[in-house]
């Protein structure tokens, strides 16, 4: 059997000095929490985890115990009865395991599940043990953790963060020991974690490649010895892995003795506080990540440097910014200037709709998208050029009076925003909706045979099984089955007693508002109202883990204000600062929705995608040089065409004596939903976006 090639040395890892800081003070001290890794691919993220694992010390632990308990203790329940009992443990010492947990791993693989073989064959329930087991007093690794299910992420920091592992579950009640140091690494390029999760991860680094000339050439000079020669390589680095290793041996038996000085406690405090954490996670992790730092140099007593040192590897993910101060009243000496404003913007648009009137008097009926391009296009094409004419000959004090910020209008209470239920299988977690999940976990609704199931009904199993037991022992018998009969099978269970679970769980929706923030928005203060509407939204999102996604249109393209996210505490200053003006680019925000939305379905296929457009439907910027209107049928087109995609429009035009009716002819392009502006108020904007999100319903389908 060929030699097992050696791993790469964790001292020869050029640079990332915070990364290699954060797992020594994890490996010195597990009851941090973890790390998390956030960095582009190719920063030595996986390199740096699975190099640490050789520099932990061996392990002492119960002879054949399945859970790798410690003699001493935390027991398992069969090492406490027998330590309880007087009766000696015998040991082994092993290395420190490095575990790694699979994307595609379930829950049953994770924290354990019901031993089917004990069950059938002797009629005990017995845990099976799973990774979090395996991984005690050891190394724990989720590469892309942001890709893992929400549920598995859970149950690892809380076994992360507890020192154990609970099992309720399927008669089985059991608690042992998962003592370990968790490493998680993620591109943020694939997506963020959710901010409850992303919390409970005690240190995070931020990782991006050497920008030192000298340090990169040292990255490939170190890359080409060790593919060349690994053991020679490492034989090279030996020295330098042992020094470090001894110094994670004895700052773990130093730690215990580290004073944390009272003045320094409460300087951890303000540091918190600044930060605008939440909760007191990182108070508790600031004070542990100090005192292994501390450890680590050889000290008994924490100093400045530690927790400062400390505090950047404790607060970087969980530091907020501050609430937006009170409103000030404006002075009295402003209040003309603010009123000549609103003259001048008022003055704007009234012209705007006298060009209007001039340049389209025969279109005071909504009139389809595709009747004649040449006509349509150029009745808007000739405002367009009127008012850039007119914007040109105002000079930039005119530009200026058109870019506007409104205030966010009150939030209120979302009402419920629920799919029909349909029978798809997906995969995830939320809060809002019920859907069948392919996933081992979630609500058994109900089970159905299966020749070969992946996720067993037990109960419904031994049920189907339970009427035929004394017919099967006594063909059994006729046939001289010794060899089953010596077995003392419990329970005799045949292929087509076998049952598949299908169960129900909740799922979070996808949500892209693409939101038109160009001059024609600024009329009748309709952009209070719809920044209202979306804030009251992502904090419904927030509540119940839907991932909402905000950009805006104006001028000469779009921009992605709010990335897929479920947080809300960058929300409410992007839309108040969110200015109004310019020109009307919709084929970029339709062309930055769709995207947005095409590269969520490729992470998940089975999502619940709704795009909400709010606009007036007009067009005056070209992505491609040709007629902007064309430009914008060609990409509604598009997003028509891809059935799992809902779409709602919002029309925003002002009502008067003529009306372009353009926002409705994009709704007939898109196949969504139209509602006009002037019927909803913020509330109705939420039940307009309910009534586009059931799937199918001739009710609400189609444009209105």
């Given at each position: 059997m060929p030699a097992r090639r050696p791993a790469y040395p964790f001292t020869a890892i050029v640079g990332q000095e915070r990364l290699k800081r954060a797992l020594l003070a994890c490996a010195v001290c597990p009851q941090i929490g973890g790390v998390l890794a956030r960095g582009q691919k190719g920063t030595a993220k996986s390199t740096a985890v699975r190099a640490l694992a050789a520099l932990l010390p061996h392990v002492e632990v119960v002879r054949a115990c399945p859970f790798s308990c410690a003699p001493e203790g935390p027991h398992c329940p069969d090492c406490a009865a027998r330590f309880h009992a007087g009766q000696a443990l015998p040991t082994d010492w092993r290395p420190a395991r490095l575990v790694e947990l699979p994307l595609g791993a379930t829950e049953d693989r994770v924290c354990g599940a019901l031993d089917l073989e004990?069950?059938?064959?002797?009629?005990?329930?017995?845990?099976?043990?799973?990774?979090?087991?395996?991984?005690?007093?050891?190394?724990?690794?989720?590469?892309?953790?942001?890709?893992?299910?929400?549920?598995?992420?859970?149950?690892l920091l809380d076994a992360a963060s507890l020192g154990e592992n609970v099992v309720e579950r399927e008669g089985v009640s059991l608690r042992h020991p998962a003592r370990f140091v968790l490493v998680g690494t993620m591109n943020p390029e694939e997506g963020e974690i959710r901010p409850q999760l992303l919390d409970r991860f005690g240190l995070c680094v931020e990782l991006s490649a050497p920008e030192d000339i000298d340090a990169r050439v040292e990255v490939l000079r170190r890359r080409a010895a060790f593919e060349a020669d690994p053991k020679a390589f490492a034989e090279a680095w030996a020295g330098e892995e042992r020094a470090c290793a001894r110094a994670i041996v004895e700052a773990r038996h130093a730690l215990p003795l580290v004073r944390f000085p009272a003045a320094l406690m409460r300087r951890a405090s303000e540091?918190?506080?600044e930060a605008f954490v939440a909760g007191h996670r990182a108070d508790i992790a600031l004070r542990l990540t100090a005192r292994a730092l501390a450890a680590l140099a050889g000290r008994e007593d924490v100093r400045d440097g530690d927790l400062d040192e400390a505090a950047e590897l404790a607060l970087v993910h969980r530091r907020r910014m501050a609430p937006p101060p009170p409103p000030e009243q404006p002075e009295q000496s402003d209040q003309p200037d603010q009123k000549d404003q609103q003259e001048d913007q008022h003055r704007h648009e009234s012209e705007q709709e006298q060009q209007e009137r001039q340049t389209g008097p025969q279109q005071a009926e909504p009139r389809p998208m595709d009747a004649s391009a040449n006509e349509?296009?150029?009745?808007?094409?000739?405002?367009?050029?009127?008012?850039?004419?007119?914007?040109?000959?105002?000079?930039?004090?005119?530009s200026a009076v058109l870019e506007t910020i409104f205030?966010?209008?009150?939030?209120?209470?979302?009402?419920?925003?629920?799919?029909?239920?349909d029978r798809v299988q997906r995969t995830g977690s939320g809060r809002r909706t019920r859907s069948r999940t392919s996933q081992k976990a979630g609500r058994t609704v109900k089970a159905r045979p299966h020749p070969e199931p992946t996720d067993l009904a037990l109960d419904a199993t031994l049920r189907a099984a339970a009427p035929h037991q004394l017919r099967r022992r006594a063909a059994m018998a006729a046939a001289a089955d010794v060899a089953e009969l010596a077995a003392d099978v419990a329970l005799l269970v045949r292929g087509a007693d076998l049952r598949q679970r299908v169960r129900e769980r909740r799922m979070g929706h996808f949500v892209v508002f693409v939101v038109d923030a160009s001059g024609s928005m600024g009329a009748g203060r309709r952009m209070v109202e719809v920044k209202g509407a979306v804030l009251s939204l992502l904090l419904d999102a927030y509540q119940k883990r839907d991932k909402v996604a905000l950009a805006?249109?104006?001028?000469?393209?779009?921009?992605?204000?709010?990335?897929?996210?479920?947080?809300?505490?960058?929300?409410?200053?992007?839309?108040?600062?969110?200015?109004?003006?310019g020109k009307t680019p919709l084929v970029h925000g339709l062309s930055l929705g769709h995207e947005l939305l095409a590269r969520q379905l490729r992470r998940d296929p089975t999502c619940l995608p709704l795009l909400v457009v709010i606009s007036d439907g007009r067009a005056n910027v070209s992505a491609a040089g040709g007629k902007p209107l064309e430009e914008v049928r060609l990409a509604a087109r598009a997003i028509a065409g891809d059935a799992r995609i809902r779409s709602l429009v919002v029309d925003v035009e002002r009502a008067g004596l003529v009306r372009f009716g353009l926002a409705r002819d994009l709704a007939q392009?898109?196949?969504?939903?139209?509602?006009?502006?002037?019927?909803?108020?913020?509330?109705?904007?939420v039940d307009a976006v309910r009534g586009a999100r059931r799937w199918g319903d001739p009710q609400h389908g189609g444009v209105g």
């Open positions: 004990a069950a059938i064959r002797h009629g005990r329930a017995r845990l099976e043990p799973g990774l979090l087991a395996r991984a005690n007093r050891g190394l724990l690794y989720v590469d892309e953790v942001n890709l893992l299910a929400d549920h598995l992420v859970d149950a540091l918190c506080r349509d296009e150029g009745d808007l094409d000739q405002p367009d050029e009127s008012e850039s004419d007119e914007s040109e000959s105002e000079g930039a004090s005119a205030p966010v209008g009150a939030a209120f209470r979302v009402a419920p925003l629920d799919y029909r239920k805006a249109f104006r001028g000469q393209g779009a921009e992605l204000l709010l990335p897929p996210t479920s947080s809300v505490d960058l929300a409410y200053r992007l839309l108040e600062e969110l200015p109004t003006g392009e898109l196949g969504a939903q139209y509602r006009r502006i002037e019927d909803l108020k913020a509330r109705d904007l």
